[in-house]
């Protein structure tokens, strides 16, 4: 089993313009949702394996694009990674027939999952992200660059 979650938790929820005053999330840019809006702790695990990110700051829309990225990436056969904008950090995808080799470099701990599996864990992610936030900030739900989430 494959689990991404996001928790608006963490020392840096705080600090995501989301929270600025006069910020519109209806036209706030693509660059800003994705590297300064919805810092989140993000929790990720395959199976019995614990690759969630050891800091509080991860932006929740730079991991969506990305995991989205790196899910066209492997159904091409391609290897491919998640680099976090906070630091040098990776976590590395590599194709292996119809699964995938996951590690990171912030922990030894590595696994193999199915690419479908991954790619229904992201969805799954994307919905509650999407419907959470779209609830809580109804003018984010109005942007029009979430739609490229959906495609």
């Excluded at 928790?7 to 705080?14: E, M, N």
């Excluded at 990305?66 to 990674?81: N, W, Y």
Aim: hydrophobic share 40%; aromatic share 12%.
């Amino acid at each position: 089993m494959i689990e991404i979650e996001y928790r608006q938790t963490g020392p840096y929820v705080s600090h995501g313009r989301e929270n600025l005053e006069g910020v519109d999330l209806a036209v706030v840019s693509r660059a800003d949702l994705r590297w300064y809006c919805f810092l989140s702790d993000l929790s990720f695990t395959i199976g019995e394996v614990e690759l969630t990110p050891p800091w509080s700051w991860t932006p929740v829309f730079d991991f969506l694009w990305s995991m989205k990225g790196v899910l066209e990436h492997l159904e091409r056969f391609k290897h491919s990674t998640i680099g976090f904008t906070e630091n040098a950090e990776l976590i590395e995808f590599a194709p292996d027939g119809g699964k995938v080799q996951v590690s990171c470099t912030y922990t030894t701990a590595g696994t193999t999952c199915e690419l479908a599996g991954l790619k229904d864990a992201w969805l799954g992610l994307r919905h509650a992200v999407l419907t959470k936030l779209g609830s809580e900030y109804p003018r984010l739900a109005a942007n029009p660059v979430l739609a490229e989430l959906r495609l």
